[in-house]
């Protein structure tokens, strides 16, 4: 705008020394353009600094709003975790450490996630494999019993109390179950505090 400013200025003093140092017939049609130059140069720098003006603020909005673009269309990229590296221009490199940062913190938290699902599947896995070893011992025992009824006072005695004690643990792996799925939907805060540590080892 400056540079525009001046030129417009210097303009205006070349004409008016060209028009008043220069001695002229009258019917020179050089000196018909200098002279409309020189009375019409005030209105000509104000429609030049007005249309300047317009295109150096439509440039100056352009800039920022491509910016804007840019980083717009690269957090759209964030949730996917096999796009690229987020890559802005130099003036946005603080921005694209931000999202760059943000997409590594993304893709931990679903490895974690994915992780911990991982865990519960398994953990939910090995306790149905117990609970079927367990009740089909169980249903085994208590066939055998029905099944056969010229058993011995002993030993009918003796497959009562392993199908009681294999009962018992079925159940106990059936609360502890229960005792996973309550601490899985419930939020658990940590309460932390001094404890007697001989105590809790003994």
Same mark, same amino acid.
């Given at each position: 705008?400056?540079? !525009?400013?001046?030129?417009?200025? $210097?303009? %205006? %003093? ?7 140092? @220069? ?6 049609? *050089?000196? $018909? ?8 140069? +005030?209105?000509?720098?104000?429609? @030049?600094?007005? @249309? $300047? ?13 491509? %910016?804007? #673009? #840019? ?9 996917? +975790?096999?796009? +690229?590296?987020? /890559? *802005?221009?130099?003036?946005? /490199?603080?921005?694209?450490?931000? !999202? ?14 994915? $992780? ?13 494999? #117990? ?10 025992? !208590?066939?055998?019993?029905? #099944?056969?009824?010229?058993? /011995? +006072?002993?030993?009918?005695?003796? %497959? ?43």
């Amino acid at each position: 705008m400056l540079i !525009l400013f001046v030129v417009m200025v $210097g303009g %205006y %003093y070349v004409a008016w020394f060209v028009c008043s140092h @220069i001695a002229w017939g009258g019917d020179e049609w *050089l000196y $018909g353009v200098f002279k409309a130059l020189q009375v019409m140069s +005030p209105v000509i720098i104000l429609a @030049i600094m007005a @249309i $300047g003006s317009i295109i150096f603020l439509a440039c100056a909005i352009k800039k920022p709003l491509q %910016y804007l #673009d #840019d980083v717009i269309d690269a957090a759209k990229t964030l949730s996917n +975790p096999d796009a +690229p590296a987020v /890559s *802005l221009s130099q003036e946005l /490199s603080e921005v694209e450490n931000e !999202l760059n940062l943000a997409r590594a913190q993304s893709r931990e938290n679903l490895r974690l996630h994915r $992780g911990a699902e991982q865990r519960k599947n398994d953990l939910i896995m090995y306790l149905a494999h #117990d609970l079927k070893t367990l009740l089909s011992s169980v249903i085994g025992y !208590l066939t055998l019993l029905h #099944d056969e009824g010229d058993l /011995s +006072p002993k030993l009918r005695k003796k %497959y009562l109390s392993i199908a009681l004690d294999k009962a018992e643990r079925l159940e106990d792996l059936i609360n502890e179950f229960f005792e996973i799925t309550r601490f899985n939907l419930s939020e658990i805060t940590l309460q932390y505090g001094r404890i007697n540590l001989t105590r809790l080892l003994e």
